[in-house]
């Protein structure tokens, strides 16, 4: 029996599309408003599908990604012109709301830090006077 070397290959894969649908989307975007980036890239095993987290930012959601659905085929066949492999993996996009979190909890981490030093003060006052 023959042990298969671990290539990396979904891994490669992956990397490939993040770094040449960059470009790509930047050009079917460049009117629309906001940022786009691509935040990760889930090749299936068998490299039919790749899904694409996307994050946006100043920009309508739901406009630019209704956008990039709507000329999925044409992004699929700049992506098609950058590849040299026999299976080229289908797209599916997806929105990646994990920034929009990450600045909300350090949102409510910063008003905790300035009701903490809002406070300290008026501790300091308290315990004097006692």
Sequence with gaps: MQIKKDTNRIAKV???????LGPILHEFLDFQKGLVTISK??????????KVWISIFNGDDEKILGYISRNIYDVQGELNKHF???????LQF????SPRYVEH???LVRKVHEEEQAVKPALKKTKKSA
């Design 41 to 50: 890239v889930e090749t299936s095993r068998d490299m039919k599908w790749a």
């Design 14 to 20: 992956n990397s490939l599309i993040q770094k040449e």
């Design 105 to 107: 909890i350090d949102e």
């Design 94 to 97: 997806f929105l990646d709301t």
């Design 84 to 90: 040299a492999t026999k299976i080229i993996p289908r």
